[in-house]
């Protein structure tokens, strides 16, 4: 009975272990499971499997040969498509593997050691299978009813988790980005800009900006119907997002058929290339739309810092936006510098 | 008519047997990996067979536990034989997953339950 209750006592600091690490990422989670899980039973490899990225993370003993570790990554796959819809596909599998020493010195892992005993269980929540979770060991037999009971409570705990995290980080995904077009949206672009400005503002390093506007947007919707305009706004910000440095620089949508490009390193003339070079490539990329294509242009405002002097980084945007605004009243499909007030 | 009776009486009789056969195996086996993953795999052994033996498909399955009300109503006028069959086929397919998952440690604690359960209804079906 008082082992029992010390088992108990440990099961709840393994759930408790996993329900508090949801700030950091999943590998976190399976780490804080797989640290505390040796204190309630013996195991060579804990694995964790989740379907939604594809990606399989196993918590193993450092002596563990990698035939023993391909023989439960093979056996996890098998176990999780019977319970699956399809067969799972090992090589879209991504592997993620943490090695600690679980097992004493003596205990070492024989190198020709294979698979003996595991328990793999579904990772359920809500109706739906989201992964599975596995322990498995050299040893046979080496889990009984009680162990089951006891991982069974591990894997809700942990469904519950990565179901909690899936959430939030789709409320992050929210927050940041643009749902339509996957560029980041308005709210991120300020936060940026001023992470931006604030970095180059006292060091005087250059800053440009880019704000791009679509020339007759309205009359495409007008023309083609809201779902055309959602593909030209697609396939711009796609041609957008492919020609600026994909660390460094960012592209947003500023709204409606507007966009802008925060370029940190930048100077005017090289600003000024890359926003001929987009103006270039939209001009001549056609666009599908059922059977038809549209030709769409774009017209193209710039601002740059140190050369253009400001303080504060609302100014940097209005004079990319009155850029833009000479550039649509020069004719469309040009690219302008900002000249002055 | 009489033996239509006998027949009616008989496939009530073993649906009786397989409802408490499956209300044990539920208990036993909820007891060691929870309802929610329990009912998601009888979910997947029902749709394992029942393009087979279809009447399985009317059984209910909940967190709350299978139930056989509906199969009950649906299946009076079935053979006796074909709902015994059904029945050991969707065990079958129980045990199958069982062992997929969890090797011999679900399988341990069920068998003893079953067996006996299956046997009693093969003995009623051949008495026909």
Redesign the interface.
Known sequence: MRLIFKDLNILRSIINAIGTSIGSDVKGIVESAGTTLPNLFDFSVFGVLWKEELILYLFQEESCPPSFTQEVVKNMI??FS??GEKQMERERVALQVEKRKLKPNQMMMDPQATLK??????L??E?E?IGCISVNSDQPNA???Q???FF??I??QMAATLKHFQRLRSVKKEAIYDSLTGLMNRRYLEERLSVETEKAFPSGSKLSIIMVDIDHFKKVNDTFGHAAGDKVLREIASLLKSSVRTQDDMVARYGGEEFVLVLPGVSLEAASTIAERIRRSVENTPIDIGETQIHSTISLGISSFPIHRIKYKEELVKMADLALYDAKRGGRNRVCVFTGL | MKEDKEEKWSSDLILELYANLLTEIWATVS????E??LG??FT?AIQGIGGKYAFLNSLEVSEEGISLDKMKKDCRNMAPAEIHRGFQSLINQLSH?FS????G??N??ILPKVLPKVREAERMVSQK
């Not at chain 1, 005993?117 to 579904?122: A, G, M, V």
């Not at chain 2, 007891?31 to 929870?34: E, F, K, S, T």
């Not at chain 2, 997929?100 to 090797?103: S, V």
């Open positions: 098998r176990v019977i319970m005993s595991y328990l793999t269980l579904p359920a929540i109706g299978i889990f009984d009813a162990h089951l009971q069974s409570v894997g809700y | 007891a060691l990996i929870g929610a993953i998601l795999l997947l997953l997929a998952l969890t090797e440690v679900i341990k604690e």
